[in-house]
Nanobody, 119 residues
Framework: QVQLVESGGGLVQAGGSLRLSCAASGRTSTIAYMTWFRQAAGKEREFVAR????????YYVDSVKGRFTISRDNAKNQVNLQMNSLKPEDTAVYYC????????????WGQGTQVTVSS
């Protein structure tokens, strides 16, 4: 199994930046993808970005393209989400999730970290 812990959320003004981290532990050699989701109050969970565990491919939802960057820190078994030019509509709880090799679902989830962007 893989355990995930997010960090880095907080309060920032519109136009500012935050970096979220998702640290993985356990059987990290079985990870295929890491994905960031977000859920705003009263809304459904939304896909944000995904990275192959090798770090070689990434994918973003259109609303964050050009502003957010997902990357892997190999030395730390960690995936980061650099968020720039933040907007109030980015306010949400952000979750990371892992998909294991051969799995067609999200096998582990972190506890979530709150991001609040003030206007």
């Amino acid at each position: 199994q893989v355990q995930l812990v997010e960090s880095g959320g907080g309060l920032v003004q519109a136009g500012g930046s935050l970096r979220l981290s998702c640290a993985a532990s356990g059987r990290t050699s079985t990870i295929a993808y890491m994905t960031w989701f977000r859920q705003a109050a009263g809304k459904e969970r939304e896909f944000v970005a995904r990275i192959h565990w090798s770090g070689k491919s990434t994918y973003y939802v259109d609303s964050v393209k050009g502003r957010f960057t997902i990357s892997r820190d190999n030395a730390k078994n960690q995936v980061n989400l650099q968020m720039n030019s933040l907007k109030p509509e980015d306010t949400a709880v952000y979750y990371c999730a892992t998909t294991l090799i051969g799995s067609g679902t999200y096998d582990s989830w972190g506890q979530g970290t709150q991001v609040t962007v003030s206007s």
